[in-house]
């Protein structure tokens, strides 16, 4: 497991360009048949990767419980929520299966003891996106599809961030006790993601860009409005975006990311706007 440590804003003013990277970037998110952890002291967000190939992978395979998190499984005090961005699979809860196509999402509640992944095909492997928060209670297991998520579209192409923002783990949409996720898929001809920016004094973000074509790539923009930096990112990886930092984000050409939020709230539209003028 990578263990990230939060850093300040005053600290953070003084990073180049690799000591940033290092911090905030996650670069690798998907090999076979491992997890992949990396374990974020901002609001004790985790978020993993798992790509089964070869065989059935459990959430535990190559994470010391003890060590990292003080329980007896990964669960006991913790809610998860995944996206499938790869081919057919299927994860079991404690004995349940869940079939899961490209961009259906799963909310897995605290308490569940045994997750399993599988692909359905070694040829077209599944690739399941993870989230995970500290949780209180259980809230229901809930498999959402694509298409029911709540679709709400924003923007458009004469400012080139027409999108739409799909919500999926949501307070519209299900219960939980502070994880919230979704997607917004670009359309074609649009570059800028969350355009004016914000933060939110209450709340992280981690950000998983997806469907980046071949030779594009993403620039994220991070740091204090007054004081920005940016990562160039490339297709399949994820930036963490601790409450002091605005998060946004212009491709080379259109893309698609998972948003996943945790902190003391859930209420989606508790930010502060930054006016643009004002950014530096």
């Known amino acids: 497991m990578d263990i990230r440590y939060s850093c300040g804003p005053k600290d953070f003013s003084r990073y180049n360009t690799a000591e940033t990277r290092a911090e905030f970037l996650i670069e690798t ?3 076979p048949d491992e997890v992949q952890c990396v374990y974020s002291h901002v609001d004790r967000m985790v978020t993993l990767g798992v790509m089964p190939v070869h065989e059935t992978v459990s959430i535990d395979k190559g994470i010391d419980i003890w060590k990292n998190f003080g329980t007896h499984f990964f669960l006991e005090r913790r809610e998860l929520g995944l996206f499938n961005v790869g081919g057919p699979g299927s994860v079991c809860v404690d004995g349940k299966t869940y079939a899961l196509g490209y961009k259906d999402c799963l909310f897995i509640g605290m308490g569940a003891k045994e997750v399993l992944f599988a692909s359905d095909s070694a040829d077209a492997p599944a690739k399941f996106y993870m989230a995970s928060a500290p949780a209180h209670r259980h809230c229901e297991d809930r ?28 307070p519209d949409v299900l219960e939980t006790c502070q994880l919230s996720m979704g997607m917004t ?6 570059v800028w993601n969350t355009m004016p920016v914000h933060t939110h004094e209450r709340r992280m973000e981690v950000y998983f860009y997806f469907e980046v074509p071949k030779d594009n790539v993403v620039f994220h923009f991070m740091g204090q409005p007054q004081e920005t930096r ?45 006016p643009t003028p004002q950014v530096r």
């Open 29 to 31: 998110l998907f090999t």
């Open 143 to 170: 498999l959402i599809r694509i298409e029911d998520a709540a679709k709400k579209p924003l923007g458009s192409l004469e400012t080139s961030n027409k999108r739409v923002i799909n919500q999926f783990i949501h």
């Open 185 to 190: 898929v670009l359309e074609p001809g649009s």
């Open 230 to 274: 940016h990562i160039v990112m490339q297709n399949e990886q994820a930036v963490i975006s601790p409450s002091w930092s605005i998060h946004a984000g212009a491709g080379t050409s259109n893309y698609t990311f998972i948003w996943a939020m945790a902190g003391e709230n859930r209420a989606f539209d508790d930010m502060d706007e930054i």
